[in-house]
């Protein structure tokens, strides 16, 4: 079972993975491949790679099958109300209008069709490739913000994703503080209830805005050429699969739109070259993707954000293949090593070995990566002392200080995650995420004066930045966000 992959199998399996389920694994993502086969093949029950590669190269999968190999293959990444400017968007221009063209549609019909209250004015939305569930909830969330009497909406959000485990995740609605990295503190006080456990349970309310449904992007002719769906977020998905795969995917998303509906990708996936047949509509820190002759869709927007002050509409990059960490260091390898210790091992057999690749030099940027996917998966305990272990090696690592400040966070260690991000400011003094993570911990701490001087600090380095400027290590917030949460909280705590 400990037998290393050759690269000719790795490249077979790739091959069959590619055409049976579109994911696409390029060389630099083959060592954590390797160690998620080896997960899977456990799972399968098999006891060593050659039977269980064999199999999977030889036999048709039933769709339980599937759902056990995508749930080892895939990366389930995600947090709530992730990249806040596309909310903002939606808040704030693509929901009013949608509100007021649904309404302006059923007064036009009104002559013709007798009123039946709710069901006459509806909303459709699909998160496809959900995860565990924080995108649509967010979904529902902003949903709730902004429309007035909602229930007179017929609401639908769609939740998708090929990962079984990552959607009982999502139906039991249940999160720990990890999820709510980034978002805004309104979100969790206002829309969960707090458990035992430092858990968060969503609302009733917004739980039952979405409905979660087992559905593979490659097998989706069902839910496609509908015409029907406002709103598609497709985030954080598309980066995984083949060039091939994306345009059909894409393709296939564009006929489930109605006409003018919009479509989201995260902003590292955007692309004229990729999805050539939507046009981009540029609103304040976000690009969306818009069905609809580009200049009805420019021209309608240009008046609602001329009251902004925004950004003409940006050439559009072609999004680079999947971005990740140059080195085959894989997460899990904590976790197999320990198992795969204690498993019979197979004879070793070096004739089906090829020579081993070269590994490249392993980066700060790589462990970082690798943390966070462990801590992402649960693993919290692994997680820190791989963080501890890195932190060893690389000891000017501000990011890895601030990493182990949240991981000790959601394992409810306040104080250390403080000694943390301490060390994390001690190393890079301009470290923003750093003074603002202090600033958010003193005040769930209640220690408003020691909150306000690591706020003011961020303020302050924030006056050297551009507006929009995305701050690094913060996942996407902008300078402008940041500010804001900072100045309203800042008022919030003068006026109590
Ligand atoms: C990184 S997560 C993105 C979650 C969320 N959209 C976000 O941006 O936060 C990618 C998700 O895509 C799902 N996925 C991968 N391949 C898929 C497929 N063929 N069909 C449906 N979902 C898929 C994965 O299971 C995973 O949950």
Not at 238 to 257: A, C, G, P, R
Not at 440 to 447: D, E, Y
Request: hydrophobic share 40%.
């Amino acid at each position: 079972m400990n037998r290393k992959l050759t690269d000719i199998e790795l490249s077979m399996v790739c091959e069959a993975i590619a055409s049976r389920m579109g994911l696409h694994f390029p060389v630099e993502r083959w060592a954590m491949l390797r160690r998620n086969l080896v997960l899977a093949a456990r799972e399968f029950g098999f006891h060593n790679m050659t039977g269980f590669i064999q199999w999977l190269l030889s036999a048709p999968l039933n769709k339980e099958q599937t759902d056990i190999l995508a749930a080892h293959l895939t990366i389930s990444e995600t947090y709530f109300w992730r990249e806040p400017q596309v909310f903002t968007a939606l808040t704030d221009f693509i929901l009013p209008e949608l509100i007021r063209s649904k309404g302006k549609e059923i007064e036009e019909r009104s002559d013709e069709i007798p009123r039946s209250g709710k069901g006459e004015k509806s909303i459709r939305i699909w998160s496809a490739g959900c995860s565990t569930g924080e995108e649509p909830y967010s979904i529902a969330i902003a949903l709730h913000k902004t429309i007035q009497k909602i229930e007179d909406w017929n609401i639908t959000i769609l939740a998708t994703d090929i990962n079984p485990r990552a959607l009982n995740k999502a139906v039991s609605g249940i999160y720990g503080t990890w999820s709510f990295r980034n978002s805004p503190s309104w979100l969790k006080s206002s829309y969960f209830h707090h458990n035992e456990d430092r858990q968060y349970e969503i609302i009733p309310e917004i739980k039952q805005m979405v409905t979660f449904t087992c559905l593979s992007l490659v097998e989706m002719s069902a839910i496609s050429n509908a015409n029907t769906m406002d709103i598609i977020f497709c985030r954080n998905v598309l980066m995984y699969f083949t060039k091939e795969w994306v345009n059909k995917i894409s393709q296939d998303l564009f006929h489930s739109l109605s006409e003018d509906g919009w479509f989201v990708v995260s902003s590292s996936e955007l692309s004229s070259q990729v999805f050539p047949q939507f046009t981009p509509v540029n609103f304040p820190g976000a690009v969306l993707y818009r069905k609809s002759k580009k200049e009805s869709a420019h021209s309608l927007y240009s008046a609602a954000l001329a009251k902004e002050e925004i950004q003409p509409i940006q050439p559009i990059q072609p999004f680079q293949p999947l971005q990740l960490p140059s080195t085959p260091f894989n997460p899990l390898q904590l976790l197999s090593s320990v198992a795969l210790a204690k498993e019979d091992l197979q004879p070793f057999n070096s004739s089906t070995l090829q020579q081993p690749q070269a590994i490249p030099e392993e980066t700060s940027a790589d462990k970082i990566f690798a943390i966070r996917l462990l801590a992402n998966q649960g693993y919290l305990s692994e997680a820190l002392s791989l963080c501890n272990e890195a932190i060893a090696a690389y000891k000017l690592s501000s990011g890895l200080y601030f990493l182990r400040a949240s991981i000790l966070q959601e394992l409810d260690k306040s104080s250390e995650a403080i000694a943390s991000l301490k060390q994390a400011i001690y190393i890079d003094p301009d470290y923003i995420m750093g003074h603002f993570a202090l600033g958010n911990l003193f005040i769930r701490q209640g220690k408003a004066k020691n909150a306000k001087r690591y706020f003011n600090n961020v303020l302050d380095l924030l006056s050297r930045c551009k507006r929009d400027d995305i701050l690094p290590e913060s996942e996407g917030l902008s300078v402008n966000y940041i500010r804001d949460i900072i100045l309203t909280g800042l008022q919030t705590q003068e006026s109590k």
